[in-house]
């Protein structure tokens, strides 16, 4: 990665975060960017290649604004997410239009201001959710924008397909992450249970009875970058342990 500039979005915390640091550790300069100014400069503070920028993914003027201030990137993550649940006939308008919003719409923008100043070779990832590839009840909202994100993936694919540009998302489970911490205080609020019986219930949804690792998503994409996933375009590739 040493002379490629990579650019992530939602960088200051959980899959964000060690994504910065793993790229900047391959050799990348790498900007971050996110709401939280103060969370993104804790994290660049760790690692002399990573800058911090502010930026809303779901304003088209700030992303516009961020991609200006980083110069042109290589690489772009579109990391940044936002999860709520609810069940359907409880779910607002606000909630369903702030969950396409961070999740679909803010990798729309970033990957179409990626595609823009690409210049020649690029790589467009969107960490998206097994929840792009399937259902989960209560969460309906969420998984319509994971989908969605599989559908620009897929769609973006073919049209950069013929030049040295790919588009890819990594689909994990349930991370140990703060929003999956989050998770784990609904499903305590809502259901009586206690913090470790819901952190159990989560894990059970993994053949492998486990939370996946954010290092397990930064791994993936660097490979996504490597000379050997050159062929690898319009996926996403789950880290699930054979969930389906």
């Known amino acids: 990665m040493k002379g490629k500039r990579v650019l992530v ?3 200051g915390s959980g899959a964000g975060a060690d994504l ?3 790229f900047a550790h391959a050799g990348a300069e790498v900007v971050i960017c996110g709401r939280r100014l103060a969370a993104l400069e804790t994290v660049a503070a760790q690692h002399q290649a990573i800058r911090a920028l502010p930026c809303d993914v779901t304003d088209e003027a700030s992303v516009q604004a961020l991609f200006a201030a ?6 772009v ?3 940044a997410g936002q999860a709520d649940s609810a069940p359907l006939h409880r779910t607002s308008l606000d909630q369903w239009n702030a969950m396409l919003a961070v999740n679909l719409t803010g ?3 970033s990957f179409r201001e990626g595609l823009r100043q690409f210049d020649g070779w690029g790589r467009l ?3 998206a959710s097994t929840a792009g590839l399937k259902g989960y009840a209560k969460v309906a909202p969420y998984a319509a924008a994971k989908h969605g994100v599989m559908g620009l993936v897929r769609s973006l694919a073919l049209e950069v397909a013929k030049g040295p540009v790919t588009v ?3 689909c994990p489970g349930f991370l140990d992450t703060d929003m999956t911490a989050q998770s784990i205080r609904v499903i305590v609020e809502k259901t009586g249970r206690s913090p470790a019986e819901a952190r159990v219930a989560l894990e059970g949804l993994s053949p492998q009875n486990r939370l996946y690792q954010p290092a397990e998503v930064t791994s993936a994409a660097l490979w996504l970058c490597s000379d050997g996933a050159s ?4 996926q996403g590739i789950a880290i699930s342990g054979g969930e389906t």
């Open 107 to 109: 990798v729309f923008l």
């Open 70 to 75: 980083a110069g042109r990137c290589d690489v």
């Open 125 to 127: 990832i969107a960490v």
């Open 9 to 11: 979005t939602g960088g």
């Open 77 to 79: 993550v579109a990391n």
């Open 20 to 22: 910065a640091l793993g």
């Open 231 to 234: 062929g690898v375009n319009g």
């Open 168 to 170: 890819n998302a990594i």
